[in-house]
């Protein structure tokens, strides 16, 4: 059984079918849609005239048919008994299973002071993109809280669709603890150049409005009109279903280096799972590209097949405007940043650590972020990628 309805559970299912799995294999998901692709929610999905969930659809219905792969959507789950291996739904239903897979990803943090108006959203779902789409139809200005990826993208994505926009984040640039400073400060420049208004260093003190939302107030007492806002302050791992089972909780799933979890024949992985790293911390990689090596070492491990911890070079990438931002590796912001590349919009940038390439981010640039994949795993030195000046 797998307890999630996203891309981490579909891969899982299908990796087990490739080895071989010959057992029964449900996923359970607290959607009524099938498992579908979250990246393009805060892309295209929010400039397309029309969107459905076969839009979206990671598999068509025939892959579930074909695989023997059961869906039970619908009903989350509520709670685990890892003594009778017992999954309890939302709606009262107890199953069992003999090895269970938890992949329930994230949940939306939100702003309980917020003013419970319309117009206020919050972006992970597909009905979450839907109820944006049908607000944005009839609004003019947007407040976006919070430059993330989400929040960046989205901020994107309306101002395309010719809406103003304000982009608030309380950080001196957006994506500032991902890229740090120095390369926010090119992504603060990419929407200002597209017309978004970017306030850094900035907090929301409330939201106002009579039946829907109407301004929004900053702590400095600055005021910002608005008929939509967006929510995009992170998100935090679906896993209070699991209080009280035998499954440790920190930061996510807590599990060794290939998914093993605390608990006997309980598995997690993708965005809820915290795995441990090569040097023994815990860690969650939030990142589409990461789930697919996962689902490998996961089941190889399952399976006994020689399970080999995942080793990869974390790659993601974010959909801006025209501009594919792009990333390898590990970015700190205690990192040394040489900017290598950069016409105004584009950009190329090496991260060094302890005088090795640690990391690049490139916007609208993809060929020479990729050429830079074997450098970051073999710790090469800085001055391999560097250009002599």
């Known amino acids: 059984m797998i307890i999630g309805g996203g891309l981490a559970a579909v891969r899982t299912a299908e990796q087990l079918r490739r080895n071989d799995y010959t057992d029964p294999i449900t996923i359970v998901g607290a959607e009524a849609h099938p498992p579908y692709d979250r990246p393009p929610l805060s892309k295209e999905m929010l400039q397309r005239e029309a969107v459905t969930a076969a839009d979206v659809a990671l598999k068509p219905a025939a892959f579930y048919e074909q695989h023997r792969i059961g869906l039970r959507l619908g009903s989350a789950a509520r709670t685990l008994d890892t003594a009778a291996r017992t999954v309890t739904l939302a709606h009262g239903a107890v199953l069992g299973y003999d090895r269970l897979v938890i992949a329930t990803g994230l949940v939306p943090n939100r702003i309980p002071s917020f003013a419970d108006l319309d117009g206020i959203h919050v972006l992970r779902s597909f009905d979450d993109c839907l109820a944006l789409r049908r607000r944005a139809a009839g609004a003019r200005r947007a407040v976006v809280v919070g430059a993330g990826f989400i929040g960046c993208e989205v901020s994107a994505s309306l101002r395309g669709a010719g809406m103003q926009v304000v982009l608030v984040e309380p950080q001196a640039t957006p994506l500032a603890s991902v890229l740090g400073e120095q390369v926010g400060a090119l992504i603060t420049r990419l929407h200002r150049t597209e017309g978004v208004e970017v306030c850094t260093g900035a907090q929301v003190a409330s939201v106002s409005g009579t039946d829907g939302v109407e301004s929004v107030t900053l702590s400095d007492g600055s005021v910002l009109a608005a008929d939509l806002v967006v929510v995009g302050i992170g998100s935090r791992p679906a896993c209070d279903w699991l209080a009280g089972s035998e499954v440790a909780v920190a930061d996510g799933v807590v599990c060794d280096a290939v998914g093993r979890t605390s608990a006997q ?33 996961l089941v190889s491990a399952m399976l006994n097949l020689d399970a080999v911890a995942s080793a990869g070079v974390p790659y993601f990438w974010s959909d801006q405007y025209d501009i594919k931002i792009q990333c390898l590796g590990h970015p700190r912001t205690g990192d040394t940043v040489h900017l290598a590349e950069d016409d105004g ?13 640690a990391a690049v981010v490139g916007a609208g640039i993809p060929e020479k972020v990729r050429t830079a994949r074997g450098k970051i795993a073999a710790g090469a030195p800085i001055s391999e990628v560097l250009q002599p000046v």
């Open 265 to 297: 024949d309980v598995w997690a992985i993708g965005d809820v799972a915290s795995w441990r790293d090569a040097n023994g911390a815990q860690a969650r990689v939030e990142h589409w590209s990461n789930v697919a090596e996962q689902a490998r070492t």
């Open 345 to 357: 919009r584009r950009f190329l940038a090496y991260y060094e650590r302890g005088g090795v390439l």
